[in-house]
């Protein structure tokens, strides 16, 4: 508050982005544990919230998303949902950041049901969700280990069409249907990531890989091993190793010999990166 003190001394005209900026400051990277921590920040954004209206500024949509955050970040759905409130009373609409704060902290507390009514309510508002809302349900579902819900949120997610899965979305769908052992599912997800545009990257390839590994899909899990190196992208060096030590104790060495001659014939590509890559001679 200093700060804003020396700035009316040198009679600089404060707005309401001048405020945010303070506010952002305050809250964005402030450590929220332990509990006298997150007080402490609430307090300090509570007094640049009077200050500006002592200064006859209000708060705006961006003000309230700042604060909104604090909360949400230290799981405290019922400050977020008052909070929330406080702004429609004022005619504040609330945007999609401001959806999403709430939304996340919502799923991330067990409380789907009331985040899902609220998308449902931004849909309502004409705020559209984006690809970061639908993700925080995933992710919860992905913590409950409900694949069948998620894979129905999905499906719901693409028949709205309010927005497009990104990478992430995919990444975090893929892992959760390779560890409910839904093969058939991952291959239809990955198949609409290919025809959305938006990926594979490499982390949809290590993810993918791995999972194929853990269940001993060898021979698929080199077909996109392939697939990977030929479109350019240096897997990670765990997940050579990965491959490796699995094709050997498969017994499956000719097929890893086959594969380090595609490594070597598209090496020219990654340059010294790969020549890094020493992988250990493997015993059974």
């Not at 809250?27 to 307090?43: D, G, N, Q, V």
């Not at 997800?189 to 791995?210: K, R």
């Not at 080199?222 to 897997?235: A, D, H, R, T």
Request: hydrophobic share 35%.
């Amino acid at each position: 508050m200093s700060f804003l003190n020396e700035m009316k001394v040198k009679g600089v005209e404060l707005n309401v982005v001048t405020y945010n900026v303070i506010l952002n400051g305050i809250c964005r990277k402030a450590s929220l544990h332990p509990e006298e921590r997150f007080e402490r920040t609430i307090r300090d954004a509570e007094k640049v919230f009077d200050e500006m209206r002592e200064s006859g500024i209000e708060p705006d949509v961006t003000s309230f998303s700042i604060v909104l955050h604090v909360y949400s970040r230290a799981h405290k759905p019922q400050l977020v949902l008052d909070k929330l409130g406080l702004m429609k009373e004022k005619g504040i609409c609330p945007n999609v950041v401001t959806y999403t704060s709430v939304i996340k902290c919502l799923c991330s507390c067990g409380r789907i049901e009331e985040a899902e009514d609220l998308i449902d309510e931004m849909v309502r508002n004409g705020v559209s969700p984006c690809a970061a809302t639908y993700n925080c349900f995933f992710k919860e579902y992905r913590g409950r280990k409900d694949a069948d819900k998620a894979l129905k949120f999905f499906k719901k997610m693409k028949e709205d069409g309010l927005c497009e899965p990104t990478t992430h979305t995919y990444g975090v769908l893929i892992a959760m249907f390779l560890k409910a052992d839904m093969i058939g599912v991952v291959k239809e997800i990955w198949n609409d990531m290919l025809e959305s545009g938006v990926g594979p990257d490499l982390d949809s390839y290590t993810v993918l890989i791995h999972g194929l590994c853990e269940r001993k899909k060898w021979r698929e899990a080199c077909q996109y091993f392939v697939e990977m190196i030929e479109k350019g992208f240096l897997p990670q060096k765990v997940t050579f190793e990965t491959l490796y030590r699995g094709l050997i104790q498969s017994d499956m060495l000719r097929t890893w010999r086959r594969l380090k001659k595609k490594l070597d014939q598209e090496s020219i590509t990654f340059g010294s990166e790969f020549q890094n890559y020493h992988l250990k001679p493997y015993r059974r």
